[in-house]
């Protein structure tokens, strides 16, 4: 009998070897160069589209603004992803308890993924003003349900021939919960959190375009206004590397917090 729950294949195959990012780095490296033969060679203004060398350059020049409104992006990011992710992991504490609850809940978190960012962010803005608050909140608001999701579907994942073992034994529901229900929910969490830190980086400067003093959001629309195509592509850029970084963290953390998930796996595949 096993003592762990099935250990699911979330986010995919991964590649062992050190070779495995060299198929998208090729794409990438072939989209750059035909991006800047393009820019140099059709005739078409700079500064309607700018080559790939002239935003790299630009955006090193202008390189102080940047850092200082990545900053506050990725403090508004980091926060709310942090607040999505203890209200997700509440959430769903909460409806594994019960099925009523879940009959109870589920549609309500469902629904507030229907409500149009672009309504409710001014609103926030309003009700708690331009500072840090309203980011955090609107990171939230769109970012905890992948989460809680994630961890359900890890939850029901449990081997119930554990959880009678562990009832046998003369486990609570607690114990049960802490030592298979949970640690099956772990591979599904970070999934989860995968989802929920690309959404965190969008709703972020997006949420700065709602109201905002400094942040990527603010820089963008600052620079378009001024027509500094050359400049926005640098802050795209930017943020790009930003959301590859943190999706990147969520593996490093993984690793760290569940090793043996990592080991099961590849003994399952051998």
Known sequence: MSTR???PLVGGR???SGWGWLPALVIIGLGVAAWQVYATRSGVSAQILPSPARVVHA???DRGALWTNTL???QETLFGFLL???VGFVLSMIIDASTILRNALMPLLIGSQTLPLVAIAPL?????GFGLTPKILLVALLSFFPITVALLEGYQATDPDVERLLISMGAGRWRVFR???LPTSMPFFFAGL???ITYSVVVAIFAEYAGATAGLGVYIEEETHVFRTDLVFAAVLVTTLVTVGLFAATYALERIMIPWYRISRQTTRR
């Not at 926030?124 to 708690?128: D, K």
């Open 179 to 181: 030592s298979a229900r």
């Open 14 to 16: 991964r590649t062992t």
């Open 124 to 128: 926030v803005i309003i009700w708690f």
């Open 194 to 196: 995968r989802i929920a």
């Open 72 to 74: 506050a992006t990725l």
């Open 59 to 61: 955006g090193w020049l």
């Open 5 to 7: 729950g099935p250990v």
């Open 84 to 86: 999505a992710a203890a």
